[in-house]
Each structure stands twice: as structure tokens, then as C-alpha cells.
């Protein structure tokens, strides 16, 4: 098992930024599939980005080129910079850790989530 901590999320103007921060309870960055997933009201949960222990990224269609994963091995602790925040990006920010092998939507395990409300 492993505890994921996000901080982070709040309320920002469209067109601002937040950078969300996933801290692991240990050392699991380096070797582990992180990714970041949102839901928000009314929709279903959906992947935002993720990095596998490799380097490999992989953003959603929505956010590419405007947010950035990336993680610190040393500090245990991935992040999302989000750039050109839209009132579309709003949501509840969750954190998720899982091994290679570990496919589908719900699958590894999950922080708290942080909430993202982006303003018009």
C-alpha cells in the first residue's frame, strides 16, 4: 500500500496557473506509473496526465500543451503545472499511483483529491 497527500488546488481566474503537488508515503515516484485524473460536476473521471517510471508522458487531448507533469524522485512527490487555466479545468484533482501492469480508469491506488475551481 501506499498513501498519496495532494495540495495545491484552489480558486484561480481563467487564464492563471496552480501547480498541484502528490507527495507518496514512500519511495514509489521512481518506479511506479503516476498520473493526475479530475472529475468534474456531473462528468465522468478522466485521465490528465501521467508518467511512467521511465519518462514517458501522456496528456489528454484538453490540456496538452497547457499543463506539465513531472515528478521529483529525491522528494518522493509528483507534480501538475497547470498553465492557461480555463473554467472547463475545474474539478476535483485527484492523484494516482499503479504498477506498470495495472490498467483501467479506477485502477492503483488514489489520493484524497484537491479541488481546481477555475473562475470566467
Known amino acids: 500500500q501506499v498513501q498519496l497527500v495532494e495540495s495545491g488546488g484552489g480558486l484561480v481566474q481563467a487564464g492563471g496557473s496552480l501547480r498541484l503537488s502528490c507527495a507518496a508515503s514512500r519511495s514509489i515516484v521512481s518506479t511506479r506509473t503516476m498520473g493526475w485524473y479530475r472529475q468534474a460536476p456531473g462528468k465522468q473521471r478522466e485521465l490528465v496526465a501521467a508518467i511512467t517510471s521511465g519518462g514517458i508522458t501522456n496528456y489528454a487531448d484538453s490540456v496538452l500543451s497547457r499543463f506539465t507533469i513531472s515528478r521529483d524522485n529525491a522528494k518522493n512527490t509528483v507534480y501538475l503545472q497547470m498553465n492557461s487555466l480555463k473554467p472547463e479545468d475545474t474539478a476535483v484533482y485527484y492523484c494516482?499511483?499503479?504498477?506498470?501492469?495495472?490498467?483501467?480508469?479506477?485502477?492503483?491506488?488514489w489520493g484524497q483529491g484537491t479541488q481546481v475551481t477555475v473562475s470566467a
Open positions: 494516482n499511483s499503479r504498477f506498470p501492469w495495472v490498467a483501467g480508469i479506477d485502477g492503483g491506488y
